[in-house]
């Protein structure tokens, strides 16, 4: 399940497309730090960042600008691609982990990867800052499925918080290497990393349920959850249960078996799209929306050919 915008679809693909450029370039301005730090690293992680960079930046887009400062990394990045294809990435990153404990397609184990202070103190600030600037823009999540009463929380899409959707997707990217080994995925090619900006408050929740589990969500890989609230923390509750996940007769089972991540500002958590999952109910006694459970959180998509 998904959230969908309301309203006119058009109008909200039309506002997409408007605002893809500046997202782009957002994001661009952004990662050159990190880029231009991953492509002098002769680390076999560093080079598979650069591998990364080029499958984000030919997504975007970007290889279609005549900018000389994008063509720059763009021909670095892939002079580095042909040295992994030589060296043979794939089997070198990943032959620490022995093809037993990899997942079995029909099962997935509750795993989740999570990283605590993901965002520098100012950058956490100001992400808490914007989400409650924005109040008027969120509207009330959905589901693909329009089940009654199976959710309810509010988001806001990233042509409303460019810069911050900017600044987590290029943090995304600078550790996907690590992301893809702890959660033992094979390394794939990416189409899209989406993102929206959720609040929770009094009474949310969302019921169990995957984020891969129809026609148009399938090629989701990885979900990611960034938690940022005010402190002191003015609500409990909002926990996410990871359970144990067997997929049997087009169906996915949801076992009894589960792990729990407590929402801890300042940190994100990754795990299989495909593993049913939930969002416990929200307690904040105050009702103020300042006072509410924030993240961003999206999906990376693998690319479909």
Known sequence: ????????????FNQHNIVTTERVNKLLLQSIDTLEEILKNKQLSAQERATVALKIIEMTGILSQKNHLSATLVSEAQQQI???????????????????????????????????????????????????????????????TKADKYRQSYVLFPQNFPELSALIESKILEILPEILIKLKFRPFEISEIE?????????????????????????????????FYQEPKAFSGGELRIYDTEFKGGGAITHQNYKTITPVNNSIVFFNSRSRHEVMPVICPSQAFENSRFTVNGWIRRLVS
């Open 82 to 144: 042909n040295q992994l294809q030589v060296n043979n990435l794939e089997t070198n990153l990943f032959t620490e982990i022995p093809k037993k404990i990899q997942a079995s397609p029909n099962f997935l184990p509750a795993n989740y990867v999570e990283f605590t202070n993901f965002l520098l103190p100012e950058k956490n600030q100001k992400a808490i800052e914007e989400a409650i600037k924005k109040q008027e823009k969120y509207i009330e999540s959905t589901t693909t």
């Open 1 to 12: 399940m998904h959230t969908e915008p309301k309203g006119n679809k058009n109008s909200n």
């Open 195 to 227: 993102v929206q900006l959720t609040a929770h408050n009094d009474g949310c929740y969302y019921k169990i349920h995957n984020d891969a589990g129809s026609e148009k969500t399938a090629s989701r890989e990885i979900t990611y959850v960034y938690y």
